[in-house]
């Protein structure tokens, strides 16, 4: 006998006082399996093996006297504490009648339903197979392969669409791995175990008990408000875990490819969406997910390898000091990437703002070489440091070394007083961002290229660090500041809170901060008298005036930034870690390690055709790519994310900007 904790979930022993995992009191809870084998229901219903518990009851196998045939027998917990009796008998009784309606192929057809000794009892075909919570659990890490993942979501998908048809829509409520059974026969799916859906009334959509899973749950699920939206992220919730292997936490969802990076780009796309935590960013019906899914599963039958200098392939496939090494990966960025990539903000002039509009071309394979471009000649006038620094020096003349130019750059650098940062100087003028439609790896966000003024600005040589930012959080003062600026709960973040103050768990002092959101980058940037750089700044500091692909030049080097590219670092590192990767400014980790907050919103460039409602208001930008993605792409010095200002993960960080005085 076991009991299932009401509030999180965890199976117990039946004689347990309190949920092991959570602490909650278990006394009120009724154990589970209480059915003795031989058990004969409604005179009818014979008990002959126990199939599974879970925290609304438990399924049996047995035998059906009147047509000597199998069936499963579903027993129903249900307690006084969810309602009066009338209450759950009608609840029970309406149910029931609705799923006996229900006649879809991959639905375990409902026979009959009673109430006998004050429990509930529905009676369905039996359904032989495995779950794919035990079929995972069988099969290890990192999770199933992605080709038998989108084949059973989809058909999933199909069964959520002839519920979500009904008029009102039924609501799965609990889909997870252990209720998606793969059926023996002939290895289609059937989603189990459906004694909790229900159909959603208006009238009682805000007042209706939440149930469900919380590893699996929507945030609106919790509030008790689920939507057909909140299946879907459930499934994407179930889909991540199959891949992965690893139960996720609750609305905090790592992306999938860093906990199996076999995984292609396009699916950690797809789920993103699907696990966005705002209704209106995720997928709006079944029909558009599985679309995605379907074209995901025709392309990913075609393979095209992205280009790779021949000394790094080498490397890349004898090395074995990287923990994933991808020099034989295929198919690492089709046009469903870039579609998923941009079009899920961005939508042509000529057509209503639509979420999935196509607008990116087929992503062309890397060139072994890049057209040189035409570098800013006037380089002499360099402004003088600001004053009111700690110390100024000048650094002396360094030559970086571009396969097409050679540009020498003076850097003046100062110290920031308040959190001891080396900032370098950028000189103001006329600078190109952006690109073309002959740049050959640009994407539709990034065009077009055009010229912006910028006054001379500091920009920090690192990102800064947790040691800088512990420093800010313990000058600061301030309770409860953590829940707007830092995530410190989380694992990744490595500043925990003892005694009322901050520290740095010992060996990532040097480390970038992350977990951050924009609000707490900006909070540290205006304590050490500084500012977020906005993207242009950032973008100009990135790539110098020869507007170089990458910080360091225009071939990619997995071995110049912290990355999983083909034997790259896949690891965070400590900041200056690779210091050949500098950019034409000096300033280091401009690509790799983390992304990086900057002040602008997400909006078109100026003549640009993209337009969406959420232009300007929804998302800021964020540069320089991160240390668990594995395609140059992201680490080019144009190339722009965007997040929502209050999100807050592991790949987020910062470095801040100052105007000389």
Request: aromatic share 10%; charged share 25%.
């Amino acid at each position: 006998m076991i009991k299932y904790c009401s509030s999180c979930g965890a199976q117990n022993i039946a004689e347990g006082k309190f949920c092991s995992t959570c602490g909650v009191s278990m006394e009120d809870i009724p154990a589970t399996c209480s059915l003795a084998m031989g058990t004969l229901l409604d005179n009818r219903y014979e008990i002959k093996k126990l199939i599974k518990t879970g925290g609304m009851g438990a399924i049996y196998q047995a035998i059906d006297k009147r047509f000597n045939n199998k069936c499963a027998v579903k027993e129903m917990a249900l307690r006084e504490s969810q309602g009066d009796s009338a209450y759950l008998t009608h609840r029970f009784q309406e149910e029931a009648k609705l799923l006996r309606t229900l006649h879809h192929p991959n639905l375990p057809r409902v026979i009959d339903y009673f109430i006998e000794k004050g429990t509930y009892y529905i009676i369905m075909d039996l359904i032989e197979g495995q779950d794919l919570d035990e079929i995972v659990h069988k099969y290890g890490n990192p999770g199933l392969p992605e080709e038998k993942v989108i084949k059973w979501s989809i058909e999933v998908l199909d069964v959520l669409s002839y519920l979500h048809k009904h008029n009102p829509p039924i609501i799965y409520r609990d889909l997870k791995p252990a209720n998606i059974m793969i059926q023996t026969k002939n290895n289609q799916i059937m989603l189990i175990d459906f004694g909790i859906a229900r159909s959603i009334m208006p009238e009682n959509i805000n007042t209706m008990t939440s149930v469900g899973t919380p590893h699996y749950s929507s945030p609106e699920h919790f509030e008790g408000k689920a939507c057909p939206q909140s299946d879907l992220f459930s499934l994407g919730a179930t889909m991540h875990h199959i891949l992965t292997g690893k139960i996720p936490t609750p609305c905090m969802f790592k992306p999938v490819r860093y906990l199996n990076p076999d995984v292609s780009l396009e699916m950690e796309i797809i789920l993103e969406r699907a696990l966005a935590l705002e209704i209106p960013d995720r997928y709006q019906s079944t029909e558009e997910m599985k679309q995605d899914l379907t074209e995901l599963m025709i392309k990913s039958k075609k393979t095209s390898t992205l280009w790779v200098p021949d000394k790094d392939r080498e490397e890349s496939t004898t090395s074995k000091s990287a923990p994933h090494e991808f020099a034989t990966r295929k198919k690492e960025e089709s046009a469903v990437t870039r579609k998923k990539e941009e079009s899920a903000v961005i939508s042509k002039k000529e057509k209503p703002p639509v979420l999935g509009t196509e607008l990116l071309r087929k992503l062309q394979a890397l060139p072994d070489m890049l057209q040189a471009f035409m570098k800013r000649e006037s380089r002499e006038n360099i402004s003088k440091p600001a004053e009111g620094g700690k110390e100024t020096k000048t650094f002396p003349e360094k030559r970086f070394n571009s396969p097409f130019i050679d540009e020498k750059i003076l850097v003046p650098s100062i110290t920031n007083e308040k959190d001891e940062s080396t900032m370098l100087l950028i000189t103001g003028g006329e600078y190109w961002i952006g690109n073309d439609d002959n740049s050959p790896n640009a994407v539709e966000l990034e065009k077009p290229k055009h010229m912006v003024t910028l006054k001379p600005y500091y920009i920090d040589k690192y990102q800064v660090t947790n040691r800088q930012y512990c420093k800010f959080m313990n000058r600061k003062r301030m309770e409860g500041a953590e829940e707007q600026w830092i995530y410190i709960s989380d694992g990744e973040c490595k500043i925990t809170k003892m005694g009322g103050r901050y520290r740095v768990e010992a060996g990532y002092e040097e480390h970038p901060v992350v977990c951050i959101t924009w609000y707490g980058a900006r909070a540290y940037a205006e304590w050490a008298e500084k500012r977020l750089p906005t993207e242009a700044e950032w973008e100009v500091a990135a790539r110098g005036t020869e507007r170089r692909e990458y910080p360091w030049g225009n071939e990619w080097h997995p071995k110049k930034c912290a990355n999983r590219c083909f034997g790259g670092c896949s690891i965070l590192m400590p900041v200056g870690s690779f210091p050949q990767g500098v950019s034409p400014f000096n300033i280091e980790d401009m690509a790799g390690n983390v992304w990086e907050w900057c002040e602008d919103w997400l909006n078109a460039y100026p003549g640009s055709e993209l337009q969406n409602e959420n232009f300007g208001t929804e998302y800021k930008i964020v540069r320089g790519g991160a240390w668990f993605l594995d395609n140059p792409l992201h680490f080019r010095t144009s190339f722009r994310r965007w997040y929502k200002p209050t999100f807050r993960y592991y790949f987020l960080g910062f470095r801040c900007c100052k105007d000389p005085m």
